[in-house]
Structure formats: C-alpha cells, structure tokens
C-alpha cells in the first residue's frame, strides 16, 4: 500500500465510522488534525525518534485552519463530529466516551497503518512519545484532570457535589463519575494494550486455548434448579444489586459497528473493535460490545486500554439522585420549591403514595406494542431501575422516603430555603444508605472474620485513600450476586402467602415491566416476597439458573444471552488477570494442581471440570475462580471474593470525606438517630406493609419473627431542629429567586446568604448577601436561562458549587 493511499484509505475509515459529520464536511478543525496523524505514520519511519514530538505537533497544529484559536476551542464542550448512533446514557457521559473512543481508534489506525507499511506489529508507545500521546488527548477532547483549585469553597464543606468531583480536594477526580475504573493489578491484555484474551483463538495460554466462554457457562455454570437459603430473604440479594448500582456503571461502546468494516456487531461474529462476539460450539455467535475506553490511564498505568465508571463510586445514593447537574435537575420537583423529589403525575396507589416518574422519551422500550399497558419506563436516578421488579421497589421507597423526610424537615425548620431541604434529607438518605450498606449488608455477604480482617473499624477520613471503584470488584467480584438470582419471582398477599390476583412470575415476566407496579397491586406484593422468601443459595454445582443462562432478554438484543459467558467474556474484554494472580493479591495460596482446586473448591467433580477446560490453573477468569470458592464461616463468599470485596468497601468508607461517620458530616445525636433506623423502618414508612422482620436481611417465617410496625424504631427528625438564628431573625429570610436559591453560611462569623442558579441558568448579581444591621448588603440575584451543551454538565460546578461570575 502506497503512503496515499495508506493515509486515505485508512483516514476514510475513522471519518465515517467515528467522527461523521454532514455530508462530506467536517464539524471542527480537531477531525482534520487527527486525519494527519495516519499521514505521519504513512510517510515517515515509525519509530520514537521520527515521531518526535516537534514533528507532530507540526503535523497536527500548523494548519491554517487553526488560525483562530484552537487551544480555547479545545475547552469549549461542543461534540467533536456528531454521532449518529443511540445513545442510553447522560449526555457527559457520551461525550467522554465518544472522546475515548476517538482516541483509541486513533492509535489503532496508527498501529495499523505502520503494521501494513512495515510488516510488524507495533505497539501504541513505539509510535508515540509521552508528549504526543497527550496531544492526541487533547485532540481527541479528552477531559483533563479537575485542578484542585476548583474545590475551593465553604459550599464544599457542607454537603457533596452530584458528580463526586472534589470528595478528595487534592484529588478531585478520586471517585468521581466518568472516570477511569482503578487497577489493582496491571491489566493483561494479549497485545500488551488493548486487545482482550480470546481476541485471536489460535493463541496459547500457558501451552492451550482458552475455552469459550459459552462452553464454561453451559458445562459448569448453568443449573437447572437452585436451593433456598436457609438463613437470608431475596432482599439480600435485591439490595446487593440495588447498591452495585450506586457504585458502578460501565458503559459499552457508543459504536454498534466495527469501525474498519462497518459491520453491525449484532450480527457480525468476527473479533473486530468493538465488536467482541461470544462464539459458540456451533460456529455462531453471541453479539458482545467492548466496553467504552477511557481516553487516558492514570499515571503509572502505562498504555493500557482502561475502563469508565459512568456514576460516582461513592455510596452517596446517586441512584436516586443522579450523578450529574443535569439529571439531578431532571429529577427534582423544583417548581414546587419544597424540596422534594419530582413524582408520577399520572398514577399513584390506593393510599396515595407516589411512584416515580416517567421517563421523559416516549413511547418508552417498558411500553412498547402495548404490553406496558399504557404506562412508560420509570426514571431515576440511575438508568436501569426497570430492570425488574425489585429494583423499581427499591427506587420507590426511597424516592418516598426522601419527600417524606423533606416534609417534616421543612416542617419543623421552615426558615430553610427548599434547597437547604434537599440537602439535608439527601444528606440523610445517603447516610442510610451507607449505615444499611456496611452494618446490615457486607457482614452477611463477606462474613464477620473477613469484615474484621479486610475493613475493620472506622478511623475516620484518609485523604490519602483513592475512593474509586476498581476494575474488578465492578467487573467480577461483585457479581457474586448473580448466582443467587431465583428463576420465580415470589409476590404475597397481606397474609405473605401466594397472592392469587397477583401470582408468582417468571424471571422474563418481570423484567422491564414497570406495569407490573402500577397495575398489578402496587409495590406491595413483590416487596413482601422480598422480605419473606428464602434467597437463592449458591453452590460450587449449582451457580446460574437457566433463565438467564439460556433464555435472557434485554430490550437492545433480538436473540437470548447468556449472563454467564457475558461475565466471562466482559472480564477478559477489561483486560483483567486471572484468578491465580488475585489469589495472590490477596495473599491465599496459588492453585497449582487439581487437588489444590478441589481442596479450594470443596467439590471434586466441578474442580476436574473447571480444569479439563481450562488446562492450566493460571488460565482460570476471575469471576469463575471466585465463584466456585467455598463459603467461608457465616458468609456467602469464599475468600478470593471477601477479599476484593471488603476491600473495595473499606476504600470507599475510609476515602470518603461525607462519610455518615465522619467528623462535622452529623451531630451526636443524630448519629445515633441513624443508627437506631433500618431499612425494615423505611418499608413501614413508605408502604402498607404493617409487619415486619428487624432484619428484612433474614430470613423469617411468617407470623413468627415479624414485629409491628409500631415496634420498629424510627428516626427522629427532632434532632434536625434548628432554631433561627438572630441575624436572620433581624433580617428575615431572603427572598426567592426564580430558577435558583440560597444556602445560609456563616463561615464569615456573619450570616450569609450563598445564592447559586440551577442547572442551565446563570446567575446575574451578588453571588452572596451578608445579613449587616438587620438588611441584607444585597438585593438577591437573577438566573437567566444559558444554552449548555453536554461537556459543560459535566463540569463539576452544580448548585453547591456554582461560583458564576459576579455580573453586576
């Protein structure tokens, strides 16, 4: 191939598949610099000492078309090259990826290009310098890290900002939503960088393939029957992937088409980015879509391909707030200045309580060719509350929960501004959701030996501790969980036995059927089964049901998958180690033999499976590994998963300033308020359910075991009272402002009143009125509407940390 036509040729690929724009044009300068980037691997040698960093930045900044500022462009938020596919998640979230996206596939048309010019494979750090590699970033629209001077503020101090930027003020990205899933181990990736194993199957693995991931779902994962568990109810493990929520999102790639050939990944079965398909014994294929790749790894994590986190990796209850400015805005009911939480204006249950609303797209995927019955997909939070049905209770009863507690807030101190109201109850609902999570949840999933050992007790803020989710807690250990999903979905009457109106359901019955709420009884009859039926147990030989290793559905797909292979193959798409290396992070011993398996184990006959397929030990993925381990004492994990687990849990505890725990984050009082409250409590207070177990975690025989609702303690909000200070009673309360409000500060010694706009207004005026002898020192400001696009909702700015230019 002539350097012309390598240039052409290959530049064609990346303008039409990842960067197209109207027809023939392209929409900013960047598209073209990244274009030169294949016409200098092209024309010169590719090696570290031609591809200086001079030369290309000559080749990619000296265009005439550049002439107009491009360093200022490049801050500006307006997409690279529109997009012509789908997309399911937030704005911010698109772009970043659709920026990483566009760098990887920049690398590999200069990896291609020099392997076609010069016959060899090369790696992404032979043909770029450290220097270079950032300027691709920065073409690409890449976001740079958050400077730390943006967490300045006393509106930091108080309450979180939405996203999780400036948790950690010296580093504010740690933990923050859209960013790059940590390693605790080096990625292993076939080529080195990006390229998953399996990615060629002729490859050798320790002197053999390694087997498909369907052949390991279908030979030793899939059951057709499960046991109960004798100890726990299905709302353990409903709140174990009611919580992953909070903590993990990946999102796939935005491409559904291989870029070189743009062949639909739902149809194609060859192994061409992001098109990763999980083949079959029978010659055919799953459809699989890579993850979406970060734009750049951290520091030190050289150029391997790396993975978002969509959310937040906080248990800061983002799933019912959102993680961005725009959703949170989306999601409050901000006409009404109360507080609360915006609510379904179209149907409620019989008592009068709310479910949440729709979504705000339709006709919605839930209720499409009718069988939603008239109602839509819900919103929340977090976008796959419709998943089933016990992910819609849960969302439910804390969206309840919040408007409660914001009731009686404003009630009882109805000198805050409804801003001042919605901080406070989030700041309560996140603390619970943190107290249920760590007190009441891990100690059942991990054990109390290894909650000692791998978390310990709270010592308080470490500023030093990187809260952010790792690649394979959100990519392998935390899916423990679904090996206790049941094939029936139980739904009880007030008696807690079969309802007969409502009966028990399918798996695939209850999936994307947000219907089924509105319709069918309420939240009612799924969170009693919940609450009174026997979890799924899990056993080396009895992993994943059949329902969702033969016959799962999802809205996007036209064929069933496998939840299983799906696990497998997304571990080895994210590039993670195999199961002998995270033995050996955490500190057990290597599997080296059959028997050291089957002692690990505890089940011969599934040991000798597991290693006839993958013929050496070390070829072993991680999620397999993990979940085949035998339980240890008290827990439903073995040692590999405890030990990922509870370590990513006591980062998230320790590395968390807001932590419920934490100094000046609540009171002694009500510390211990929120300590006497349980996640029973919050079910009596939002639903007609009137007995309940203490611990709805355990399993418990009705009537025996059940308590009253009057028995049940409850959080007093008393002990929220504030009483009006004497400035502010000598001023009055500021007055409202349209599209914006006020918190009081008297970090000055003085009170203040901190004005800040919502989402997609600016504020004109004072940004802050000082309360001086019994006036306020200014007229409260206005917020106008501005026109954002979608980089700017990502900047970490939101209502508590706005610092809008004082215009006045």
Not at 181 to 196: F, I, M, N, Q
Not at 363 to 377: F, K, L, N
Not at 485 to 502: A, G, H, V
Not at 556 to 576: E, F
Request: proline fraction near 6%; charge should be neutral; include cysteine.
């Amino acid at each position: 191939m002539s350097p012309s036509c390598c240039s052409s040729c290959l530049w064609s690929h990346i303008k039409t598949r990842l960067l197209p724009g109207r027809r023939g044009a392209m929409k900013t300068k960047k598209c073209f610099h990244l274009s030169l980037l294949v016409m200098l691997v092209c024309v010169v040698p590719p090696t570290p000492s031609t591809l200086s960093s001079s030369s290309l930045r000559d080749f990619l900044v000296s265009s005439p078309q550049d002439a107009d500022g491009a360093s200022s462009q490049r801050r500006r938020a307006a997409p690279l090259c529109s997009h012509g596919f789908r997309f399911h998640f937030q704005p911010q979230t698109q772009e970043i990826s659709r920026s990483g996206e566009i760098f990887h596939a920049a690398l590999q048309i200069l990896k291609n290009a020099a392997k076609q010019k010069y016959n060899r494979n090369f790696t992404a750090s032979e043909l770029l310098s450290q220097e270079n590699l950032e300027l691709l970033a920065e073409l690409s629209q890449c976001p740079t890290e958050t400077d730390p001077a943006v967490c300045e503020g006393s509106h930091h101090d108080k309450y979180r900002s939405i996203s999780g930027v400036c948790n950690n003020r010296q580093n504010p990205d740690w933990g923050a939503a859209n960013t790059a899933l940590v390693r605790w181990l080096p990625a292993e990736y076939e080529d080195g960088e990006e390229e998953p194993r399996g990615w060629d199957p002729q490859r050798l693995h320790h002197g053999s393939q390694l087997p498909l991931p369907r052949r390991v779902s279908r030979e030793v994962v899939r059951t057709s029957c499960k046991d109960a568990d004798a100890a726990y109810s299905q709302l353990l493990a409903d709140w174990g992937q009611y919580i992953d929520h909070d903590v993990t999102l990946t999102p796939q790639s935005l491409s559904g088409a291989a870029s070189w050939t743009q062949r639909d990944c739902r149809t194609s079965c060859e192994n061409l980015h992001p098109c990763f398909p999980i083949q079959t014994q029978d010659s055919l294929c799953m459809p699989f879509q890579r993850s979406t790749p970060a734009c750049c790894s951290r520091a030190g994590s050289g150029m391997q391909r790396q993975q978002l986190n969509a959310v937040s990796s906080f248990i800061d209850a983002s799933l019912v707030y959102g993680h961005t400015p725009q959703l949170q805005s989306d999601l409050r009911d901000l006409s009404g200045r109360s507080g609360k939480l915006a609510v379904n204006g179209r149907f409620q249950d019989r008592q009068g309580r709310p479910y949440l609303p729709f979504v705000a797209e339709t006709p919605s995927a839930c209720g499409a060719a009718g069988r939603g019955r008239g109602v839509e997909c819900f919103r929340a939070g977090e976008a796959r509350v419709n998943e089933g049905l016990p992910l819609i209770v849960l969302h439910t009863l804390w969206l309840r929960e919040h408007n409660r507690l914001a009731d009686t807030l404003k009630l009882i101190n109805q000198h805050w501004s409804p801003e001042a109201v919605f901080q406070e109850a989030r700041k309560i609902v996140g603390a619970l959701h943190q107290i249920i999570t760590m007190r009441d949840y891990i100690p059942k999933v991990i054990g109390a030996e290894s909650f000692e050992r791998h978390i310990g007790p709270y010592g308080g803020y470490d500023p030093t501790v990187d809260s952010s989710a790792s690649n394979v807690f959100a990519t392998a250990a935390f899916r423990f969980g679904h090996a206790t999903i049941p094939p029936i979905l139980s739904r009880l009457n007030e008696s807690f036995q079969e309802d007969r109106r409502f009966p028990h359901l399918r798996l695939q019955q209850a999936l994307f059927s947000p219907w089924r709420i509105v319709k069918e009884g309420g939240i009612e009859p799924t969170l009693r089964g919940m609450v009174a039926t026997a979890a799924a147990v899990a056993a080396p030989d009895s992993l994943l049901v059949e329902e969702v290793t033969e016959s799962l559905l999802v809205l996007d797909s036209q064929q069933n998958l496998d939840l299983a292979a799906l696990n497998l193959q997304r571990g080895r798409d994210h590039g993670l180690p195999g199961y002998n290396d995270w033995r050996g992070f955490c500190g057990l011993k290597r599997i080296a033999t059959l028997d050291d398996l089957a002692e690990v184990v505890r089940d011969r006959r599934v040991a000798e499976k597991i290693l006839h397929l993958y013929q050496h030990p070390d070829n072993i993925d991680v999620w397999l590994g993990g979940l085949v381990e035998n339980f240890l004492p008290g827990s439903r994990t073995g040692p590999l998963f405890a030990c990922l687990i509870g370590k990513q849990m006591k980062l998230l505890r320790d590395g968390d300033r807001f932590w419920w725990e934490a100094d000046g984050m609540f009171t002694q009082q009500q510390r211990e308020q929120l300590w006497k409250t349980s996640l029973s409590r919050i079910i009596c207070e939002n639903s007609d359910i009137q007995e309940i177990p203490a611990d709805p975690f355990r399993l418990t025989r009705y009537p025996d075991g059940f308590l009253p609702c009057s028995a049940v303690p409850a959080l007093s909000l008393e002990a929220w009272r504030d009483e009006p200070s004497l400035g502010l009673r000598l001023c009055g309360s500021p007055r409202p402002v349209d599209n914006g409000d006020f918190l009081f500060s008297s970090r000055s010694g003085k009170l203040t009143a901190l004005y800040a706009c919502f989402h997609g207004f600016q504020l004109e005026g004072a940004a802050e009125a000082v309360c001086e002898g019994g006036v306020w020192s200014a007229d409260p400001p206005c917020c106008s509407e501005t026109r954002l696009v979608a980089r700017d909702a990502a900047d970490p700015q939101t209502f508590l940390d706005s610092n809008q230019t004082n215009k006045t």
